[in-house]
């Protein structure tokens, strides 16, 4: 993937706001064009022409504008939560690249990785606390850019990431939960992704986001809400990586319904 494909995919999702400023520091740093049209005063927090304003969304957007501003979107959140523990692990930063490669190819696998320490730089720059704040700005305009399944999986793979050394740090753990909560997901949903992996009917009754003392019926509407949600075929113009992520996330819910209503008998 080309500079120029990167920074236009990227820009026609993100034009402005706190993403584009984060875009423009990211990218700017590797290209010589860098974003000037996104950090000017002019553009600062709005978008124009076709795109609407303060983040609204007009137009469909392309199944590449897609790909590319979860790419970025991923990148951005994953810098967040790889320095969480203060560590940037290289089984977490393998994964990523993995991601890039397989979905994107080798040429942005190699600039992904370099947006991915400039963001990293940029958040020691910022420091915690104010890196913090400009996540959450950003959750916030991923959140009317981004449908409610892609920021399911986009928080999906921020636990993968955090799962992959084998084990995961509380910290990295509060903030998926922030990243999860600033981009409008249910808690029920958040806490869902936390627990994809147990066997235990404790666990099943976590996935499902329900108590052991629900009524069948309740138990019935949960999953279904569930399943709709995270629906593989809700996130196929993401590509095909995402798409298998999605469908063996669905795979496991569908375990932890199975085991639920064996246990009840239903």
Known sequence: MSAGKWIGGILGWITAGPLGALAGVAIGALFDNGLDSVNNPGNSGTRSGAFGD??????????DEQRNSFMFALLVLASYVIKADGRVMHSEMQLVREFLRQNFGMAAQSQGEQILLRLFDEQKYQGRLQFKNTVADCCNQIAHFMDYSQRLQLVNFLVLISQADGSVDPTEVTAIRECGHW??????????????????????YKVLGVSPDATDDEVRKAYRKLALAHHPDRVATLGEDVKKAAEKKFQEINAAKEKVFKARGM
């Open 183 to 204: 981009l409008g997901l249910s808690q029920q949903d958040i806490e869902s992704l936390f627990n994809l992996k147990g066997d235990s009917l404790e666990e099943a």
């Open 54 to 63: 303060s983040y609204g969304t007009t137009r469909e957007y392309s199944a």
